[in-house]
């Protein structure tokens, strides 16, 4: 089968892993790994981000702010504002988003505010109200833990094609998940440029995030999801987890 191709039109910023949830099976892990604020992007690496995508013409369709919970940034505001200024002085057809879990009452203000300041902006707010959301895929059962897995060479998922890439604070990744799982097993694989961007950088990631990846092999918790399961790679990787062993930044 051919692998799927990353869609390096559509971007995902985790711009925080911190979260007002812990949601069991979060395929950003954060129900396994403690969020650290020093996983958060900086107003810098948004400039730079937005620098690299004016310099090399680079023509996103969508850009969504999301995480953890984008909205308990300390510096949302003005990391909405520089994206929306790129939106009108550079790429107006921009889809820009705000991806929200919708549940603090916190979040809502805020989430008013933007919609109120700037009403072209997208906000999808999922409305979760607790930790139990059915049908997670089980995302840390690595598929390299599963027999029928082994020398199997990895082709993505949907997600790559259908959310796009993904920016964390340690760069760009084949999708946002990717990013989350090279910063929980220290994998130096990102990219650091817009005009690095290609097919086969990303493509060539696979083997690393996807063997690691739940989404992969498509199995789903079951019930009310109240339970947050590892396979072995995954639990060994947790207990001996050092979460401010920090990859270089972007
Ligand atoms: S709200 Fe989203 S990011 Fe936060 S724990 Fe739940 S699934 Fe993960
Ligand atoms: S890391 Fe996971 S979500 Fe991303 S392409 Fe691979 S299997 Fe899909």
Known sequence: MHPF?????????????????????????????????????SVEQIRRFIDQSI????????????????????????????LYTYKADYNKQLDLRVVSN?????????????????????????????????????????????????NHRYRGCWVSEECGIGL????????????????LFNHEIAVRNVEDLNFDTLMNMYDKVCSLCGMYHNLKATGVNDETILSPTWQNQIDNLDPLEILPKY
């Not at 310099?55 to 520089?82: A, F, M, R, V, Y």
């Open 5 to 41: 191709i990353p869609n390096i039109y559509k971007l995902e910023i985790d711009i925080t892993y911190l979260c007002t949830l812990k949601c069991h099976n979060c395929n950003r892990g954060i129900s396994v790994a403690p969020p650290v604020k020093e996983h958060n992007m």
């Open 55 to 82: 310099t090399s013409n680079h023509p996103w369709e969508q850009i969504k702010l999301i995480g953890g919970e984008p909205t308990i940034h300390p510096q949302i505001d003005i990391i909405i504002e520089l």
């Open 102 to 150: 919708g549940t603090t009452s916190f979040t809502r203000n805020k989430l008013d505010q933007i919609q109120t300041a700037y009403p072209d902006i997208i906000i999808e707010n999922s409305g979760k109200v607790d930790n139990f959301i059915p049908g997670f895929s089980l995302s840390h059962i690595a598929p390299r833990d599963i027999y029928a897995f082994k």
């Open 168 to 183: 964390n604070f340690s760069g760009f990744y084949c999708c946002s998940i990717g990013g989350s799982i090279a910063r």
